[in-house]
């Protein structure tokens, strides 16, 4: 073993070392550092990288392999880890994005044509408030817009097949993003460079030089991540070198800093400021860690469960629980930050295929609330009937007809004697609702957990505040 400093940087920068930290500084350019241990040569040595570090993820659909009822019922089902959110998949293998539901169903769907399996969408987000979406098919060197509701392609860049660098041409396009400008934005791994595209198709700006890969100045070295943050700016992961820059709005460096990672893909700002990033090797695992360059938080696979098999994507929902692909383990994971356990899962472990609760390399993720107009239930329809709305997320509208200690009963009625069929609800700002008041409720139908004043064996425990 031997001891070594990752230093990125450029001539001219202060540097203050403190024991094995460095930390450096130039401007408003800055860059944390910090040392490590392995056997082998430094970061530099491409040869002593993970063979993958070429940026070339190309994985074949793995054989589908069949699954029982009892298969998938076996895996987490905690509808409410999610927190109301429905989860987008590029499901790569099958060549289809699917939109599955907290109670795992499948509402919507959209298939690929494309030559093999495999060539699918490496990821899937939300845009146009989810009226479309934006993948990237990494393997197949193209973007495209998709519409939600007609499915037709709206928008593409690249040419279908073919690798290139040339005005219309991208080389293994990774995490393309669509910004508030209308602007679509990639990360072109092959070719070492970030790219802005107009909708005209022209290109807007560019980071990093073509074919020139590298840690030198305005250079990069395969990017896998280009991820928008809230203020402006930019997140980018490089596989060689593996570390993480910023940009700023202008697109100019303001923060650089390794990651503790062997294969960093798709960093995230989680709300305490910290970045989430995932290691795609095998075992893999996620890892939290401040600009400090402290690990906060990290789970590689829960206590007597298998490890992560090439996790690519994680990111924190708002409920602070991690949504993750598992990638070559062939699901969609939840992971309670605070317990480590998987709490709710897509896709039946290292069983692919593409039945239904089946998946076949998951690549990508996204999450949306329900779509608005679904239609809101009564209380009683549901009550009445509950045993066949358990564990499901439902919207229902009534009245406050009572307020309990840490729950409120609602009815269909807005007076009267509380009754068997009312329905007891638990969960955020409860305690505020006013008596006699109609609101709506959003949540998941629960049979354990409550001793209500009525003796209803079922509540409501709510995944967003009533309105």
């Known amino acids: 073993m031997r001891k070594f400093y990752i230093i990125i940087g450029i001539i001219g920068l202060a540097c203050?070392?403190?024991?094995?930290?460095?930390?450096?500084?130039?401007?408003?350019?800055?860059?944390?550092?910090?040392?490590?241990?392995?056997?082998?040569?430094?970061?530099?040595?491409?040869?002593?990288?993970?063979?993958?570090?070429?940026?070339?993820?190309?994985?074949?659909?793995?054989?589908?392999?069949?699954?029982?009822t009892l298969d998938i019922q076996g895996?987490?089902?905690?509808?409410?880890?999610?927190?109301?959110?429905?989860?987008?998949?590029?499901?790569?293998?099958?060549?289809?994005?699917?939109?599955?539901?907290?109670?795992?169903?499948?509402?919507w769907q959209y298939r690929f044509s494309l030559p093999k399996p495999g060539l699918g969408a490496d990821d899937s987000f939300f845009t146009d408030n989810g009226n479309s979406i934006i993948v990237n098919l990494e393997e197949y060197h193209v973007i495209q817009i998709i519409n939600y509701a007609s499915k037709q392609v709206t928008w593409s860049y690249g040419t279908?097949?073919?690798?290139?660098?040339?005005?219309?041409?991208?080389?293994?396009?990774?995490?393309?993003?669509?910004?508030?400008?209308?602007?679509?934005?990639?990360?072109?791994?092959?070719?070492?460079?970030?790219?802005?595209?107009?909708?005209?198709?022209?290109?807007?700006?560019?980071?990093?030089?073509?074919?020139?890969?590298?840690?030198?100045?305005?250079?990069?070295?395969?990017?896998?991540?280009?991820?928008?943050?809230?203020?402006?700016?930019?997140?980018?992961?490089?596989?060689?070198?593996?570390?993480?820059?910023?940009?700023?709005?202008?697109?100019?460096?303001?923060?650089?800093?390794?990651?503790?990672?062997?294969?960093p893909s798709d960093p995230q700002l989680t709300r305490a400021g910290n970045i989430l990033i995932s290691d795609y090797s095998n075992p893999g695992q996620i890892v939290e860690v401040s600009r400090q360059g402290k690990i906060i938080w990290k789970f590689s696979g829960q206590a007597g469960d298998v490890k992560l098999n090439h996790p690519s994507l994680a990111i924190e929902l708002p409920n602070g629980n991690i949504l993750a692909n598992?990638?070559?383990?062939?699901?969609?994971?939840?992971?309670?930050?605070?317990?480590?356990?998987?709490?709710?899962?897509?896709?039946?472990?290292?069983?692919?295929?593409?039945?239904?609760?089946?998946?076949?390399?998951?690549?990508?993720l996204d999450i949306i609330l329900s779509k608005p107009g679904t239609p809101a239930l009564s209380v009683g329809a549901v009550s009445r009937h509950a045993g066949n709305y358990l564990g499901q997320t439902v919207t229902i509208t009534g009245y406050v007809l009572e307020q309990q200690n840490g729950y409120s009963i609602i009815s269909d009625e807005s007076?009267?004697?509380?009754?068997?069929?009312?329905?007891?609800?638990?969960?955020?700002?409860?305690?505020?609702?006013?008596?006699?008041?109609?609101?709506?409720?959003?949540?998941i139908i629960k049979n354990q957990g409550l001793n209500s004043s009525n003796n209803n064996i079922y509540h409501l425990e709510l995944l967003v505040p009533a309105q």
């Not at 700023?248 to 650089?256: A, G, R, S």
């Not at 062939?330 to 356990?341: D, F, L, S």
């Not at 007076?415 to 949540?443: E, H, M, S, W």
């Open 160 to 263: 279908a097949g073919h690798p290139g660098a040339g005005t219309g041409y991208l080389n293994t396009p990774d995490d393309a993003y669509r910004l508030p400008n209308g602007d679509v934005t990639v990360a072109d791994i092959k070719n070492c460079r970030i790219l802005e595209i107009a909708p005209g198709k022209n290109i807007v700006r560019q980071y990093g030089i073509t074919g020139k890969c590298g840690n030198g100045l305005s250079q990069l070295d395969k990017p896998n991540g280009d991820t928008p943050l809230p203020n402006g700016h930019t997140f980018i992961s490089n596989i060689v070198g593996r570390n993480l820059l910023e940009l700023d709005q202008n697109w100019q460096p303001v923060f650089t800093m390794p990651l503790p990672v062997k294969y």
């Open 326 to 364: 598992d990638d070559l383990n062939h699901r969609v994971i939840v992971i309670n930050k605070q317990t480590g356990k998987i709490v709710w899962q897509y896709g039946v472990t290292r069983k692919p295929g593409a039945a239904d609760g089946q998946l076949n390399i998951p690549d990508g």
């Open 75 to 107: 895996e987490p089902q905690d509808a409410s880890a999610l927190g109301g959110y429905n989860v987008l998949i590029a499901d790569r293998g099958n060549n289809r994005l699917i939109e599955v539901t907290p109670d795992k169903k499948i509402i």
């Open 415 to 443: 007076a009267g004697a509380v009754g068997p069929y009312d329905l007891p609800v638990t969960g955020q700002n409860i305690a505020g609702l006013a008596a006699r008041q109609k609101y709506t409720f959003r949540g």
């Open 16 to 68: 203050v070392i403190f024991g094995g930290t460095v930390l450096l500084a130039r401007g408003g350019h800055q860059t944390f550092l910090f040392s490590q241990s392995r056997a082998g040569a430094s970061d530099g040595d491409k040869e002593s990288q993970d063979p993958t570090a070429d940026g070339d993820e190309e994985l074949p659909a793995a054989t589908s392999v069949p699954v029982t």
